[in-house]
Nanobody
Framework: QVYLVESGGGSVQAGGSLRLSCAAS????????MGWFRQAPGEEREGVAA????????YYADSVKGRFTISQDNAKNTLYLQMNSLKPKDAAMYYC??????????????????WGQGTQVTVSS
């Protein structure tokens, strides 16, 4: 079992920054891939960024490349998402997720088995 708790969401103006955190616990075998996903009202959940934790290899959606950075702190068992140059279209509920292995893509939500409760990000123009 894996337990994930997100924090760090909030309200920010366009162009601003936020850093999301995800505190993880439980079986590390099921945390080989960890990702950040987001879901805006009326839209499907989409993958934003993911990391292969043994090597720290990262994956990003085109929409956030160059603006968002995913990272991990193994000593704190925490995953981060640094979000810079935020845009109104980045506003969503952000979720942390974990899985042992993926079959389609590290950014494909149905490849992930463990989810946090989410943290809300609001971006005003």
């Amino acid at each position: 079992q894996v337990y994930l708790v997100e924090s760090g969401g909030g309200s920010v103006q366009a162009g601003g920054s936020l850093r999301l955190s995800c505190a993880a616990s439980g079986n590390t075998d099921y945390r080989n891939y960890m990702g950040w996903f987001r879901q805006a009202p009326g839209e499907e959940r989409e993958g934003v960024a993911a990391i292969y934790t043994p090597s720290r290899f990262t994956y990003y959606a085109d929409s956030v490349k160059g603006r968002f950075t995913i990272s991990q702190d193994n000593a704190k068992n925490t995953l981060y998402l640094q979000m810079n140059s935020l845009k109104p279209k980045d506003a969503a509920m952000y979720y942390c997720a974990a899985t042992r292995i993926y079959s389609r893509s590290p950014l494909y939500q149905y490849d992930y088995h463990y989810w946090g409760q989410g943290t809300q990000v609001t971006v005003s123009s």
